[in-house]
């Protein structure tokens, strides 16, 4: 049911609904997955806030380099902590 409504707000967000639509945000999705740790809930939180809080700073600043910085921010995370943020493994 959540994924329905994720789906249409998307779709109303995109103001169009086509067969790819998950297509776009896989990059950002693989992003905060692996910021927040696999499996953890409460990281992929974390991970989410991060990565729309660095990607609406940046591309304010610099819209070009916005997906660049997200990747920037999960290469220094996964240098920091190879795990992830909050994994799984530590609880």
Do not use: D, H
């Not at 297509?23 to 927040?36: H, R």
């Not at 380099?65 to 920091?80: P, R």
């Amino acid at each position: 049911m959540l994924a329905c409504l994720g789906g249409v707000l998307w779709g109303m967000y995109q103001q169009a609904v086509v067969p790819e639509l998950g297509a776009q945000v896989n990059i950002l999705i693989f992003i905060v997955i692996m910021i927040g740790g696999m499996g953890s809930t409460l990281g992929c939180l974390i991970g989410s806030l991060l990565v729309g809080l660095m990607a609406n700073y940046t591309g304010f600043l610099m819209p070009k380099a916005a997906l660049f910085s997200n990747i920037a921010l999960l290469i220094v995370i996964l240098m920091w902590r190879p795990q992830g943020v909050y994994p799984v493994a530590s609880r």
